[in-house]
Structures are given as structure tokens and as C-alpha cells.
């Protein structure tokens, strides 16, 4: 591995921003094979996914054969994707950040998460039926805003060499035409309802479309590493180019949480097979530096849940497997009496339509589920709900996403509702019954540590009588309501 540029403030490592015109246009197919093919080359490849995703990254995952994380500057916070940046420039020798929906598409959009960060931009294009056209939309993208640096295109779906060479006349010198891929459905990776699917169903077929993908990236520009770039640790100087930069979120864990551990000693098990699968990695680390360990089960093939305090059952595809879930009586009832106990659950999307009476599956049939929960669920095809949110619990705000095609009906009222980025209606709905917490939303732990750790159970008294200096801090620490 090459030799760092690293002092205690800063590491250098090349990078590549690669955004498209929109959704569809191939970057998770083209950041995968880019990523496989210097990964074959010996290289240290760290992959950062824009937005709050959990498929691409398991892609990406897969094809870097390194830990993907998300970087999305509302959901976590600037310093905290600052950080990340900043950590995987010293151990890499290439970061890739694949894009979310159009470069210039949300608020912050990945446009402004490359201008923040100085991060070259690479602009993948599907121009299957257009030619010179797709050099004058690349141009156009190029000189929007003149805070972002586009290195050139990557033209998807491009028929033949003379289909290459007509794009590449049209472009000036400044914007190169770095690659091409043909269409090639060898290449395109799977898809389903949600997005792609999920890496661990058809870890074959990936692997023979990232070196299929490899195949066509060879020997061409795009596989020289590009410039170095920057990366500044957060709690340096340099951290903000403004004043008013920074986020409420713009933290990891606080002091007032830091200097006791609120899970020590306590043991969160959580679902996670192919039913449930939708986990950040980022919430996992926070729960161990909140003093937790945790446990893996399935909901699919366990029958009893392993010891443990509290129980998390995150998002994921329920609505494939429901059946299944449904005839694992022995796994039901344990959950069942564990939520009767009164301890903590957290059910995300998946894990709140398992916590109804029934989910209807795409095929109409009705299954019952563990009916924590007074209501029912039902998938409704190509109509959905996503978007940011933030959820207002009565433990504190916590930043989220909703991304779902299912709908819920005849349940009790919610406590509250998240309340959307950008828009004035009432979001997802909140429910709690005992010690349990449900919705539709993707909670991002990390956007609020104490809040989190009194969800699971946090012992905040105990802890805090045992460090003297945060004493006087215990009690001020109480939740307030804000439903």
C-alpha cells in the first residue's frame, strides 16, 4: 500500500465522486466494478454511499471487500461525515462516494457533499439513445454550480465504438470520456421492489458482474487513480469553512453521555437474516460505545431469542418471507413474552409491519404476525412512501428515513409522527405500547446517542452515580416530551 501524507489533522488519499443526471443511470453497477477492479489491482479501496441506504452499500461491501458507510450531511451531520472521510484516507489508497438520485437532487444533494469535501466528481450517464446530446448534458452538469470539479463522463449503455467516438468529439478537453460500458445485462446488477437486492441472496451472480463490469473497465482512463484530496479530521480548525456550517447532528457521542456508559452490562439482540437485514453500521458502533453488546438472531430459523435486555428488530423484506415468519410459532410467542415483560423493543418499517396482527404479501395472501401491535399491514405495489424525516420521541429527536411499498391500517393512535425534511405533512406514525417503539422510520442512532440509549433501557442514574463528575449532569439529563 502506498506511503500516507498523514499528520494529526490531516490524510491525503485519491478520490472519486461518481453522480449521474438521475436514478437508473447505473452508479451503483459502475462504483462496484471501479471498486473491483482496483481492488484487483492491490489496492485499498474504502466505498461511502450518499444518502441512507442499506442495499448498495451491501453491494459495494462486496465488491471492495471493505466496510461500506453512509455519508448524508442532514441525516448524520457534516463533522460526522467529515470524520469518516477522514479516518478511511488513512488506511486507503482510493475513496469511492457513489451518488444519490440526480447530483444536483435533494437538500444537501451530492453536489453539495463533493463541494464540501473537494472530492473530484465523475458523471455517469446512461446515453443509450442519444449521442452528442449526452456531452451537452454532461457539459451542462459541469458548469451548474462552480463549486464542484467534474473529471469527465462515464458513458453507460453505449452501443459501439463509434457510438464512444461521437461522444468523445463532443466533449471539450476539460470533460474526458473516462469509460464506457456497453449494454451488457451480464453487467447490470439485480433489482426488486425496494431497489437492488440484497448482496447475500446472490453473492455469485455479483461476482460474475463485477468482473464482467472489471472486463470493460480495463485499459481504459478511468482505472488511473485520480488526485489526491484532502481530508481534515473534525475536531480540527479546519473543520468548517463558515461559521454556521455545522449541524444540530454534529456530534458523535456527547460528553454528558461519553463519560458513563447508560448500556453497560446490557445485551440488545437483534434480527438480522434475510428478512431483516436493513442495519447501519454506524448504529451498531454506537451501541457498543453507549456500553451494550449485542446478538444476532433470525426470526426466520431461531426458535427462542438469545439472552438479552432489549431487542431490536430493524427493517428489511419481511413481506418475501411471511409466510415463514408466520409458522415460527416457537420464535412468535418468545418475542411475544419478552414484550410482555415490558423491555425494550425498537421495530423499524420490516420489523414494524412483523409487529402487527397480520401482513398481506404482494401476492395477496395474509399472514399473522406477532400482533404486538393493533393494526395490520399490506404491501400496495409500486406506490410508496421515502424521504428524510425526523422522529420526535418522547426520549428526543432522532434524525430518520422512511423508504417502504407497504401501508398499515386500523391501528391505535400514534403518539406522534415524524416530521418530514421539507415538506409540512404530518410523517410516519409513532407508536409505543409497553416498552415497545414502532414505525415506518430508519432511525440514524448516532443523530442523538442519549436519545437511543433510553430507547434500549439506558440506566442514566446508575451510571452516572458511578463517575463523580457527571453528577450534577444526571439530573439534567431527565427526557423531556416533545410528542
Known sequence: MNMKNITTASA??????????????????????????????????????????????????????????????????EAYCQQMLYQAAQDADLILVEGVMGLFDGEPS??????????????????????????????????????????????????????????????????????????????????????????????????????????????????????AVTFYAAETEQRCATEDCATETDQSVPDSVKSFQPLAGKTVAIARDRAFSFIYDANLRLLNELGAE?????????????EADALWLPGGYPELYARQLSENTAMLQTIQTFHQAGKPILAECGGFLYSLETLTDLEDNQYPLLGLLTGHGAMRGKRGCQG????????????????????????????????????????????????????????????????????FGGDFEQSAASVPSASSSASAATPSAVC
Open 12 to 77: 491525503s488519499c485519491p478520490a472519486l465522486f461518481l453522480a449521474a443526471p438521475g436514478s437508473g443511470s447505473g452508479k451503483t453497477t459502475v462504483t462496484a466494478a471501479l471498486a473491483r477492479a482496483f481492488t484487483q489491482q492491490g489496492k485499498v479501496v474504502r466505498v461511502f454511499k450518499t444518502g441512507p441506504d442499506y442495499l448498495d452499500p451491501q453491494i459495494l461491501a462486496q465488491a471492495s471487500g471493505q466496510p461500506v458507510e453512509q455519508l448524508d450531511m442532514w441525516m448524520a451531520g
Open 110 to 227: 451530492s453536489a453539495d457533499l463533493a463541494a464540501r469535501f473537494n472530492i473530484p466528481l465523475a458523471i455517469v450517464m446512461d446515453v443509450k439513445g442519444m449521442a452528442q446530446t449526452a456531452a451537452a448534458i454532461a457539459m451542462g452538469l459541469a458548469n451548474f454550480r462552480d463549486d464542484i470539479q467534474v473529471a469527465g463522463l462515464i458513458a453507460n449503455s453505449c452501443g459501439t465504438e463509434r457510438h464512444a467516438q461521437l461522444i468523445r468529439d463532443a466533449l471539450p478537453e476539460s470533460l474526458p470520456l473516462l469509460a464506457t460500458l456497453p449494454r451488457d445485462p451480464e453487467v447490470t446488477l439485480p433489482e426488486r421492489h425496494l431497489g437492488l437486492v440484497q448482496a447475500e441472496e446472490v453473492q455469485e451472480e455479483l461476482e460474475q458482474r463485477f468482473n464482467a463490469g472489471v472486463s470493460w473497465l480495463n485499459n481504459q482512463p478511468i482505472t488511473e487513480l485520480p488526485a
Open 294 to 306: 449485542y446478538r444476532f438472531f433470525s426470526p426466520l430459523t431461531d426458535h427462542i431469542l438469545p
Open 388 to 455: 428524510m424525516q425526523t422522529a420526535p420521541l418522547p426520549e428526543g429527536e432522532v434524525r430518520a428515513h422512511a423508504h417502504h411499498r407497504s401501508r398499515c391500517f386500523d391501528t391505535d393512535e400514534p403518539i406522534a409522527h415524524g416530521r418530514r425534511q421539507r415538506h409540512p405533512a404530518p410523517g410516519e406514525g409513532i407508536w409505543r405500547n409497553k416498552g415497545l417503539t414502532a414505525s415506518y422510520l430508519h432511525l440514524f442512532f448516532p443523530s442523538n446517542p442519549e436519545a437511543i440509549a433510553r430507547i
